[in-house]
């Protein structure tokens, strides 16, 4: 460490590890960047309220899917901007929808690699529309692209902002999912004529991100043990996700329908009409087993009975016996 080190760093990161990760961006997700568009954050959640602050003023509205991510909604509220509900299917968000809903919205908050929280990807045909909607009306697309390294199927799908020729995406990232939580680490790759107004409200935030967790990230990745970690559990929450799955149907069959095992860390598993889901997460926790409700991720009235379950810390040989504690509660 030098003493340069203890002063206060680039508002947006240290240089050497947004040129490492900029340099993985072009490489792993096909990302149209550099190192002077990475601003470094602690986490999407500082990220989506730094990009809200620079985009959006109060009253304008903002596209979510429905279900969505429920701390994005917050963020939009905070900023004091509406949020438009926009149905997602097997494709993903429906633009057809969000146009009808409300065309002029300003922004919209995606997440189309494995859409959180039923797991989907959004087809290449959604993807060009919203990007259409989105230079067509003069609105921003914020893809929030939280653990797309975890694709079991196929390779990583590319990114929304890699398709884009119109620089309309500020592309998010975290290190969240990959590494552990509690790093508190993650990154904006914000459209070049944007960078100024996004080093403002971040100067104003909290002037920059620490420098020495940068730097140890930077060096875990240069020196390769990053790919190697991430393939090494790609191998590991694939095994855990096929135990899953399997135990889901062989102890519940076609009574549940079970969506997004195909890349990530959880996946959903859809209630029949009726079945109250926030009851059900709340006896599971009296035994140990954490689940979400997924009706908790409506943003409108009407909502999906379901349950989001994560299988990331989960060992393969204890995954037969929590299933078969989650059927006894959904049979009641």
Known sequence: ????????????????????????LRTARSLRCNAEQIMVVSGSQQALAITAQVLLDPGDRVWVEEPGYRLAKTVFALAGCPVVAVP???????????IKLHRKALAAFVT??????????????????????????????IE??????????????????????NARVI??????????????????????DLVERFISVRRAIDIG????????VADFMSEGHFARHIRRMRMLYHERRSALVESLREEMGSTVEVLGGETGMHLALMLREGSVDMEISEQAAR??????????????????????????????????????KLRNLING
């Open 1 to 24: 460490m030098e003493a340069m080190d203890l002063h206060y760093g680039d508002p947006m990161g240290s240089k050497v590890f947004r040129e490492t990760i900029a340099d993985y």
């Open 88 to 98: 997602v299917d097997a494709e993903g968000l429906d633009v057809a929808a969000g």
């Open 112 to 141: 189309p690699s494995h859409q959180f929280p039923l797991g989907v990807s959004m087809s290449a045909s959604r993807r060009l529309q919203l990007l259409d909607w989105a230079q067509g009306a003069g609105s921003w697309i």
């Open 144 to 165: 929030d692209d939280y653990d797309s390294e975890y694709r079991y199927e196929s390779s990583p799908l590319a990114s929304l902002q890699g398709l884009d020729t």
């Open 171 to 192: 592309y998010v990232g975290t290190f969240s999912k990959v590494l552990f939580p509690g790093l508190r680490l993650g990154y904006i790759a914000i459209p070049e």
């Open 209 to 216: 991100p620490p420098n020495f967790y940068q730097d140890v």
């Open 287 to 324: 035994q140990k087993l954490w689940l979400w409700p997924l009706s908790t991720s409506y943003a409108g009235e009407k909502s999906q009975p379901g349950l989001i379950l994560g299988f990331g810390n989960t060992p393969v040989e204890e995954v037969p016996a929590a299933v078969q």
